[in-house]
């Protein structure tokens, strides 16, 4: 970073709006290119979990929290997918150009670590977003589900693509082989978002299991889909909304301090 951009003279204004919507586009070009892989991969996987599911468990199941088994597994099928897909795209493209040695290509234009943050952030946002929007139409179509409160859960979305890119990007960042990838994603994401009342509610649980779940910040993001969705949930909302709102402010300043000291980016 130059010293005219640390005094805030750039020749682009404060804000580098074309390079942020530069880099979020290219983000999105990214996965869009491999969307029978990126998109129609998930949603087939979602299906496969409802429909498993349902043959295996809902008819003998009954009714969780008032509902049917169906409609109460949706919104947790949904936010885990929602997440998974945020947290892989910002940390695949990250992790890919370190290991090619390209990363360089994207520190070097004029753009402050917040701008890089912003770019990667809305990149991975946009692809939990489609992927999360194309399950509930997709529900909604074919098992005649429908929304109870829409705005909940695109918040929520929202929140939770947010919260899992930017984890995304401090696992790249922190990881130097695509093993040590691997491993977050197998023993730290993809236990946190199973274990999140994603197939089962809360009540279900002993004691000890259920204060452990309201650590999880995943557990609220499923919840607060459940609630858009359902009208129902195991905590408040709100209180959902103002962890998962507390935890995304708090990943974002680590991703853009990582991106203004070059923490395992530069050489």
Request: net charge positive; charged share 10%; glycine share 10%.
């Amino acid at each position: 970073m130059t010293d005219q951009t640390r005094m805030g003279t750039r020749r682009f204004g404060r804000i580098n709006w074309l390079g942020v919507a530069t880099l979020a586009e290219r983000e999105m070009r990214r996965f869009l290119a491999v969307w029978t892989q990126t998109v129609a991969g998930p949603l087939v996987t979602a299906g496969l979990f409802i429909l498993i599911f349902n043959l295996a468990i809902g008819p003998r199941r009954g009714e969780v929290m008032g509902v049917p088994f169906i409609e109460f597994l949706i919104p947790g099928i949904l936010m885990m997918t929602v997440i998974q897909n945020a947290f892989a795209n910002t940390s695949s493209s990250i992790m890919v150009a370190k290991v090619q040695g390209n990363i360089v290509d994207t520190l070097m234009p004029p753009l402050s670590a917040a701008e890089l943050v912003a770019g990667y952030i809305i990149g991975g946002i946009g692809r939990g977003l489609l992927v999360g929007l194309a399950i509930v139409a997709a529900t909604m179509l074919l098992l005649g589900t429908s929304v109870a409160h829409p705005l909940w859960v695109l918040v929520f979305i929202l929140l939770g693509a947010a919260v899992l890119s930017g984890l995304g990007i401090i696992a790249a960042i922190y990881a130097n082989k695509f093993d040590q990838m691997a491993a977050i994603t197998n023993f730290v994401i993809t236990p946190l978002s199973f274990l999140s009342g994603t197939f089962y509610s809360l009540e279900a649980l002993p004691p000890l299991m259920q204060t452990l779940s309201h650590i999880n910040p995943m557990f609220y993001m499923i919840d607060g889909v459940r609630y858009g969705m359902l009208g129902t949930s195991d905590s408040s909302p709100w209180l959902g909304l103002a962890v998962c709102a507390a935890s995304a402010v708090a990943i974002l300043l680590v991703c853009w301090a990582f991106f203004r000291s070059g923490y395992r980016l530069k050489p």
